[in-house]
């Protein structure tokens, strides 16, 4: 669910350490970093900068990293780590002793480094500060990331297909784009108790539980006799958020 946000012109690049730094110093500054319990991040966010400041800060981070970073314990190391984890075989799993330095500058924090190649062949290696024995498990929660993507683009409201180009226009459309997110799952939560989603024969859902909120709310706004009598039933689950 989206808390904080920050609007980027970075000319469609990725975020930098310093954006980055802000955003969740903001965040720290609202709910302490306590209330963090793990930060999962893909490739394309690490940094010197970065995760020094996570570490510094105490927050436990898990970060998948590029097979191509060198992962090495010190710049008189000739031999980095990654020549075992490119030697891993489809389905092993390898968690590399001590703590590593990455990339070539060997600055920032060490961090902990686990490696597996899955069933197609594809290389995932995290780097933690935290508990490297559990790094893929707790890795695989990023997954709600990109469903979280897919409901605000492709499977519910479309939020691509905005012509806005003003920064702090598409900064409020995206609060109120948090809030209906919001709402939806709050329903879907209590709606899936009343009436579960079908099971298919191949073992999946019929529909995702964001979709059979989304499409709940749609159908009790669309027919004014019962919104009332229905709304009435949310409302408490609102309230106590």
């Known amino acids: 669910i989206p808390i904080l946000w920050n609007m980027l012109d970075n000319c469609g690049g990725n975020s930098n350490s310093v954006q980055r730094v802000d955003l969740l110093d903001k965040f720290i500054k609202i709910f302490s970093v306590t209330a963090i319990d793990n930060l999962l991040a893909d490739r394309e966010f690490i940094g010197d900068k970065w995760l020094s400041f996570l570490a510094e800060e105490g927050v436990n981070f898990y970060i998948r990293i590029k097979s191509n970073l060198t992962v090495g314990r010190s710049g008189q190391e000739l031999v980095t780590a990654n020549a075992k984890i490119k030697k891993l075989k489809n389905n092993e799993r390898l968690i590399l002793q001590g703590?590593?330095?990455?990339?070539?500058?060997?600055?920032?924090?060490?961090?902990?480094?686990?490696?597996?190649?899955?069933?197609?062949?594809?290389?995932?290696?995290?780097?933690?500060n935290d508990n490297s024995d559990q790094a893929f498990e707790i890795y695989r929660q990023r997954w709600a990331i990109e469903n979280l993507f897919g409901c605000l683009k492709t499977r519910g409201f479309n939020f691509e297909n905005t012509h806005m180009v003003d920064l702090a226009k598409i900064d409020k459309l995206l609060a109120i784009l948090a809030i209906s997110f919001t709402i939806c799952h709050i329903t879907v939560?209590?709606?899936?108790?009343?009436?579960?989603?079908?099971?298919?024969?191949?073992?999946?859902?019929?529909?995702?539980?964001?979709?059979?909120?989304?499409?709940f709310l749609r159908e009790i706004f669309f027919h004014p006799l019962s919104f009332t009598k229905e709304i009435s039933k949310i409302s408490p689950l609102l309230n106590e958020c």
């Open 189 to 215: 939560i209590w709606r899936n108790e009343i009436k579960p989603i079908k099971i298919k024969k191949h073992g999946r859902k019929a529909m995702s539980l964001f979709r059979y909120g989304l499409d």
């Open 99 to 128: 703590e590593r330095y990455l990339g070539k500058n060997y600055l920032g924090p060490k961090v902990k480094v686990a490696a597996m190649r899955n069933h197609k062949g594809e290389l995932c290696i995290i780097a933690t």
